[in-house]
């Protein structure tokens, strides 16, 4: 087998080397993510203040699992300062991140990092539509 001299004086076989850069590059089978190239998972949270959106029954009819939902600041909320609503398809606000979990969410995103959410389950319990979200960052 022939082999090529590594930086550090040593010996591999020829072909190690792109193989490796191959995993990282995910041409051999994408052994190893490159860094910022997926969605990076943040958190699970309910959609909160859906009871307070008019026609949420509309604005919600065609979220299903998987859904995209948008993300956009609302620095000038009176109630919280770092509130973020959540926007159907359509850009219609259906409700807001949890204050609760919001904070370094917001913190992103005025960073300008794209954070935005995708539907795990809708469920209608009475006058409550309850929407559980996973939040991502996508790093571009």
Known sequence: MTEKTTGGGGMIPMGTWEKIMSAFH???????????IHEIFLIDC???GTTHVEDIDDKTADIDKGALLMFQREKD???DNLAIQILNG???????????KNE???RLMDAGKLIFGRVEEKEKVDDWIKITIKVFMKDV
């Open 26 to 36: 995910g041409n051999g089978g994408g052994l190893v993510p490159l860094p910022h």
């Open 77 to 79: 909320n009176q109630y």
């Open 104 to 106: 370094i969410l917001a």
């Open 90 to 100: 359509k850009k219609e606000r259906i409700g807001y991140v949890p204050k609760a």
């Open 46 to 48: 309910r959609i909160a």
